[in-house]
């Protein structure tokens, strides 16, 4: 409900640019059963579902087998898939992200248990909501551009962003591992998150 | 609604960063149904955040991987592989003086033919060659990006290491307005952070040292910058025994086997 809700009030663009029309052709193919559609699917994204899983897990077996998950979700759940909140490379990402986390947060055994349902994407999860600036940021330039932006973020700014995106702690814990009042760790995600803003509305045509 | 805005609307960036705990989430999700200023806030975060996932060092997957992904789909039941076209060449019929013909010009052309193939196959080691030097190529720098990843992954990790224990380093007289912090974790390493070093005589370098019950070992060097700051990395040996201190000395240039120098900063460890 929660979701409709936003969707109405933020007014998700519908626009969907040429690299994110090929991508649904090939997801609606892989859900009909073409290997085809999985394989173009793959060659496109791949690599960078492949990266991040290793980044967050550092194990290049455990990439592996969420690389293999999230394209093996990809067509058994494409009817899942709205391109009206995002890309199909943003949903691929946004699982992989999760399926990730869920596992370093399975590792970490923490006894409140955050580890997510697997049955969907809660609102929260959503890829972002421009389905045009994100398929643009597939292109490397620009994810050359956004490490530096994220390199030049003062050191707690940073450092309180990889710590809830790449290792899946929560606000609470940031604050606890760095010592500082839980105030100051929103502040500084959030001056973060905008200067990473700021560089990707910088970077568009 | 004012009253809960104002409370939840500092939530935004860690909502998009999902980095709130499940009761804190429920309220803000509850709270953004309503809130179009929160709704905007958050879609310009999850912007951002979207573009995280493009900052890691991109590392190609193993071949293998996108076979095995092919072949699960094709190994489901529900999935129907169309079969591959098999192409069928019509057989036509040689015109009967086509041999003899064939014949002659491969006779007339054989010496021309094989200076030719000679160029051709030379070419063709040639290409080889280079095929090759690039392969090497693609495979180094394959192997410098898992570096990459490995390191921030260390590095960063060693904050959410469960094992993670601190170290704070107080200035020596030769340094006392020096502070150093060590954050150890015997799984994933040692990142060490220090502000306000002098700065260095020509020459000289400051080492960092992990001093165990057996033997200081060396850290790595460290060269403060304008302001004294700098940070190390040290990716901690497997049979390391658990630090007793962590020290800072004033060293030649290249670094000592073991300390020699003054200590400009020493601490011992405190739990987290």
Known sequence: MVIWLFAAIVGFPGRSSE?????????????????GGLAALYDRHGRAVYSLALRILGDEGDAEEVTQDVFSQAWRRASQYDDSRGTVAAWLLVMARTRAIDRVRARRVRPEGRVQDDAGLTLQQLPSTNPDVASEMMAAERGQRVRRALDELPFLQRVAI?????????????AERLEQPLGTVKTRMRLGLMKLRDALVEVQP | MNAAHDELRHDAAAYALDALEPAERA???????????????VRQMRLAASALPHTVPQVSPPPSLRARILRQMSAAPDASTP????????????????????MLVIGAGVSFYAQRMQAR?????TQLRQAQAQVAAAERQTLEARNVAFRAQSAMGVFAAPDVARIDLAGQPVAVSARARALWSRQR????????????????VYQVWVVTAQAPVSA????????????????????????????????????????????????KPSPL
């Open chain 2, 220 to 267: 790595g060097l460290l060269t403060p910058d304008a302001s004294g700051g700098g940070s190390v990395y040290f990716e901690t040996p497997v049979d390391i025994l658990p630090p007793v201190a962590v020290a800072v000395t004033l060293e030649p240039a290249g670094g000592v086997p073991a300390p020699t120098g003054a200590a400009y900063l020493v601490g």
């Open chain 2, 83 to 102: 079969a591959p076209a098999v192409v069928v060449r019509e057989k036509r019929g040689l015109p009967a003086w086509l041999p003899i013909a064939a």
């Open chain 2, 121 to 125: 196959v030379a070419n063709l080691e």
């Open chain 2, 189 to 204: 390493g040692m990142v060490f952070t220090v502000t306000n070093l002098p700065a260095l005589p020509p020459g000289r």
């Open chain 1, 162 to 174: 990889e710590l809830a995106y790449f290792e899946g702690l929560s606000q609470r814990e940031i």
């Open chain 1, 19 to 35: 690299s994110q029309a090929e991508d649904q052709r090939s997801l609606q193919h892989a859900a009909a059963g073409d290997s």
């Open chain 2, 27 to 41: 309220a803000f999700e509850a709270h953004l149904g309503s809130c179009a200023e929160c709704a905007a806030d």
